[in-house]
């Protein structure tokens, strides 16, 4: 069966899908919403889509508390083995020595595999505490997920960073979000071999996936979907039942993270 049909006749998937971009944990300031945020509830729509892995960095992340969040994705990590990766998560204004320390706690054991930067939110890309956490995962050859939506971070600071790191993957996540940062990400990701485009947010953005493959080499694009603060089927439906050959789906939804995980020197899927 192909994906899709999988799909149509209600069957999880089963080719293997990693979800690389999710947030546990309820968050609601803003007006934000999850549906049913419980752990057990967030495994049974893996369990019920065929997705075998999410790599997380909880929602507590975004007030700061990167304490609690790191924390929340250690006991997630065991409670759910093989299910559940996280990335590392801090506040660069808290400063490098802050973060020196979240790093010599998680990065690169018990299943933190990577990064995941807020920047935007939190700053800009370039500040210290980033960098000293980017010259930890250019040293690891390990992935840093980053945060740009709208322009903020603006494309340019991911350009800066991937001009001085060459051995980490820099995944700008949800490619900003519109036609036009994703044509930067897509520029961006055609000049550097270790610089990739994820995909969740999909729902706003004013381009459609098969633009998106059609535009960018395919081995650098990475399924992600934002859960558990958007709903973790939009964007897995949007590759599933995408017009895109059916090599090319099976690459996004797991297979480009799997090379990525390859070349780290920590932990791996
Ligand atoms: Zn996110």
């Not at 960073?161 to 979000?177: D, R, T």
């Not at 992600?224 to 939009?234: E, H, K, M, P, S």
Request: charged fraction near 25%; charge should be negative; include cysteine.
């Amino acid at each position: 069966m192909k994906i899709h049909e999988e799909a149509f006749a209600g069957k999880p998937l089963s080719c293997e899908v990693i979800d690389a971009h999710t947030h546990i944990g309820a968050y609601t300031n803003m007006g934000w919403y999850q549906y049913k945020p419980e752990l057990k509830e967030v495994i049974a729509v893996m369990d019920r889509c065929g997705i075998n892995t999410i790599v997380t960095a909880p929602h507590a992340m975004v007030g700061s508390y990167y304490e609690i969040a790191n924390k929340i994705s250690a006991d997630a990590i065991k409670k759910y083995p093989g299910r559940i990766l996280a990335y590392l998560v801090f506040n660069p204004i808290f400063g490098a020595d802050e973060t020196k320390k979240q790093i010599e706690q998680y990065f690169g054991k018990q299943g933190f595999v990577g990064f995941k930067f807020l920047a935007g939110y939190h700053g800009t890309l370039l500040s210290d505490a980033y960098d000293y956490a980017l010259s930890a995962a250019d040293e690891a050859n390990a992935p840093v997920l980053c945060h740009t939506w709208g322009g903020n971070p603006p494309i340019s600071e991911f350009r800066k960073v991937a001009e001085k790191f060459s051995n980490l993957s820099l995944i700008m996540a949800h490619g900003g979000g519109s036609r036009k940062t994703y044509q930067e990400c897509i520029a961006l990701s055609k000049d550097y071999p270790n610089v990739f485009i994820e995909i969740c947010g999909g729902l706003y953005c004013d381009w459609w996936l098969e633009d998106i493959v059609e535009s960018a080499d395919a081995e650098k694009i990475i399924f992600g979907t934002d859960a558990i603060n958007l709903d973790q089927r939009y964007d897995l439906g949007r590759i599933v039942f995408a017009d895109v050959p059916e090599k090319k789906k099976k690459m996004i939804l797991a297979g480009n993270f799997k090379e990525i995980m390859k070349k780290t020197a920590g932990e791996k899927i």
